[in-house]
């Protein structure tokens, strides 16, 4: 049993056959063959090892050729592995005695003689593991040759181990049989996590390497709650979660009634609990949960989740979903927030270019008018079925703000020119995600007919954390005084201005912080659907009163953990056994 710890980023319990996938995606299927195929299994085997040989020597040979023998001695060093009689009667003896399947048993065989590089002190012949990761690729190819699949195409239900997964490759994820997933890298606020939330199912990312250590069909349990990865579990930590999971699935059962109350205090504050989507079938979620509307779509996942461009028509059907679904309750478009972590199909953000400070959302949007202008009519399009409103990203200054709002403009008077029907007085927000835009809420609130409060940004371009980053995750806080003094200025702006102000930001949607954000006076909450009951469970259990002492108690306080831990206190004082 191998016990990990990582970040917790979606909640609940899965066990199940782990999928791991390396930086090429490959994924083992299957773990054990008949014993009547043995015999097959083991020539597949040595056409396998037989195949890469060849492939090796070609290299060795090419390489030679161009820069001399001695480059091509690392060649030479792969083939005399590959060909070793040692690792050949290894692997024959799991197929003919075990019965893995040769897939299995290379990649378990090959990554524990990895691990044993890996742990010798010199880093020189720690980096001879990738050499042995390399072979194992290669063998893996040869192997699994037409049947190598993505995980987008699954038939059977798995855990999905990664390294990373980007937003395109997570909202790929075939969601009826990925029941959760770990990855090495990623932080808290991470789109990785995102989606987990999304597909609702328990997540833990930033556990750091342990890929080596597991292969494809082994047991695996992920507790999205603490945090937790456990590989090949014992008896009893198996029972222990698998009671768990049951646990947990009877607490949901039980908040499934608050579906048709409202969200109200007990002191008679009525509360309005927004879902947020990512894709067009989450508005289903939102509905079972009884939410007031949509909050937040994140419509970049449009573009994320395909091969091309999505056209016109693809956004207007993505949007009438929603929109009809919902009937007259609020669905908020939020206009495509690409770029930093969120890149479709192109290459993994340069991480030294700070791709979080750079071209990303409205501001892509404004330097890609076609693209902007091409979601924008599709939007306004849907505007005419619906409640629909529409909201920009990431508004650092007015300017910017006011330039979206010509090109929204702009397109309105096209598409009236056509005759083309749609909504004029469609309701034009911004999300208020960056400390400038926190400043000078009170200019932009003149110029918004609502507000959004975007703390998974907010926090980390307050603190000067990236929001996916494993290694500063200790520093990224909501609880932070810092981060707090600038939600309090802006909920006070907006009422001072008379504009409706929304949370989005995962913050809203943890129920740590749901009696302070009350007493600090948010009146509108958007979470992901499956947090929506939780929410409101706490909504219903405490006075505002209550609240807003809380809330006065913890800004009398000066670092986050203490904030934190008080929060968490009155939050189990109130409800008992909510705490996470
Ligand atoms: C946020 O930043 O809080 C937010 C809701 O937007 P996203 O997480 O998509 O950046
Ligand atoms: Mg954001």
Same mark, same amino acid.
């Given at each position: 049993?191998?016990?990990?710890?990582?970040?917790?980023?979606?909640?609940?319990?899965?066990?199940?056959?782990?999928?791991?996938?390396? &930086?090429?995606?490959? !994924?083992?299927?299957? @773990?054990?063959?008949?014993?009547?195929?043995?015999?097959?299994?083991?020539?597949?085997?040595?056409?396998?090892?037989?195949?890469?040989?060849?492939?090796?020597?070609?290299?060795?040979?090419?390489?030679?050729?161009?820069?001399?023998?001695?480059?091509?001695?690392?060649?030479?060093?792969? %083939?005399?592995?590959?060909? *070793?009689?040692?690792? @050949?009667?290894?692997?024959?003896?799991?197929?003919?005695?075990?019965?893995?399947?040769?897939?299995?048993?290379?990649?378990?065989?090959?990554?524990?003689?990895?691990?044993?590089?890996?742990?010798?002190?010199?880093? &020189?012949?720690?980096?001879?593991?990738?050499?042995?990761?390399?072979?194992?690729?290669?063998?893996? !190819?040869?192997?699994?040759?037409?049947?190598?699949?993505?995980?987008?195409?699954?038939? *059977?239900?798995?855990?999905?181990?990664?390294? &990373?997964?980007?937003?395109?490759?997570?909202? &790929?994820?075939?969601?009826?049989?990925? !029941?959760?997933?770990?990855?090495?890298?990623?932080?808290?606020?991470?789109?990785?996590?995102?989606?987990?939330?999304?597909?609702?199912?328990?997540?833990?990312?930033?556990?750091?390497?342990? %890929?080596?250590?597991?292969?494809?069909?082994?047991?695996?349990?992920?507790?999205?709650?603490?945090?937790?990865?456990?590989?090949?579990?014992?008896?009893?930590?198996?029972?222990?979660?698998?009671?768990?999971?049951?646990?947990?699935?009877?607490?949901?059962?039980?908040?499934?009634?608050?579906?048709? %109350?409202p969200a109200e205090t007990l002191d008679g504050l009525r509360v309005q609990i927004l879902g947020n989507i990512e894709f067009p079938y989450e508005v289903e979620h939102c509905i079972d949960r009884g939410a007031d509307g949509v909050g937040l779509y994140r419509t970049e996942f449009l573009y994320l989740g395909s091969e091309t461009e999505p056209t016109e028509e693809v956004h207007f059907e993505a949007y009438m979903q929603v929109v009809k679904a919902m009937g007259d309750r609020p669905v908020t478009i939020r206009t495509f927030d690409m770029g930093a972590d969120k890149i479709p199909h192109g290459p993994a953000p340069d991480e030294s270019r700070n791709p979080f400070l750079g071209l990303r959302s409205i501001r892509l949007a404004l330097r890609n008018l076609p693209l902007f202008r091409t979601q924008l009519r599709a939007a306004l399009r849907a505007s005419a079925s619906g409640n629909l409103q529409i909201m920009f990203p990431l508004v650092s200054t007015l300017l910017e703000l006011r330039q979206a709002k010509m090109v929204l403009a702009d397109v309105m008077e096209d598409l009236e020119e056509h005759g083309v029907p749609f909504n004029r007085d469609v309701p034009i927000g911004m999300m208020v995600e960056v400390p400038a835009a926190v400043m000078m809420l009170d200019h932009f609130a003149e110029e918004v007919d609502f507000l959004s409060i975007g703390t998974n940004d907010l926090i980390q371009y307050t603190l000067a954390v990236d929001r996916s980053n494993k290694d500063v995750v200790q520093l990224y806080n909501a609880a932070d005084p810092a981060v707090l003094k600038l939600i309090i200025m802006a909920i006070e702006t907006a009422g001072r201005k008379n504009v409706p102000i929304n949370m989005c930001g995962q913050m809203s949607g943890n129920p740590t912080y749901t009696m302070l954000l009350l007493g600090l006076g948010l009146t509108r909450f958007s979470v992901a659907p499956s947090s929506i009951p939780e929410i409101k469970n706490v909504i219903r259990r405490v006075t505002l009163e209550r609240c807003k002492a809380v809330a006065a108690k913890a800004l009398s306080m000066e670092n986050a953990r203490e904030i934190k831990s008080y929060l968490n206190e009155e939050l189990k004082k109130n409800m008992p056994g909510a705490v996470q």
């Open positions: 049993m191998l016990k990990l710890q990582g970040i917790a980023v979606s909640p609940g319990v899965a066990i199940g056959e782990a999928l791991v996938m390396d &930086n090429e995606g490959f !994924r083992i299927p299957r @773990r054990f063959v008949t014993r009547d195929t043995v015999v097959d299994e083991l020539e597949r085997l040595d056409k396998a090892i037989a195949a890469s040989a060849s492939e090796i020597s070609r290299h060795r040979d090419a390489v030679a050729l161009e820069l001399g023998e001695q480059y091509a001695a690392i060649f030479e060093a792969h %083939l005399q592995m590959l060909q *070793s009689v040692r690792l @050949r009667s290894e692997l024959e003896e799991m197929i003919a005695q075990r019965h893995y399947s040769p897939e299995y048993a290379v990649s378990r065989t090959l990554r524990r003689y990895a691990q044993v590089f890996q742990k010798l002190e010199s880093s &020189n012949l720690a980096e001879r593991a990738t050499d042995i990761f390399d072979i194992e690729k290669r063998l893996l !190819r040869h192997l699994l040759g037409h049947r190598r699949e993505g995980i987008a195409h699954l038939s *059977s239900p798995v855990l999905v181990l990664a390294h &990373n997964l980007t937003p395109s490759e997570t909202s &790929n994820l075939d969601r009826h049989f990925v !029941r959760g997933f770990v990855t090495e890298i990623g932080g808290l606020g991470s789109h990785t996590a995102i989606v987990a939330e999304a597909l609702e199912i328990p997540a833990v990312v930033g556990t750091g390497p342990f %890929l080596a250590e597991v292969s494809g069909g082994e047991l695996a349990i992920i507790d999205g709650d603490k945090g937790l990865v456990i590989l090949q579990p014992d008896e009893e930590t198996l029972a222990r979660y698998r009671h768990e999971a049951e646990e947990l699935r009877s607490m949901a059962a039980k908040l499934e009634p608050l579906k048709d %109350l």
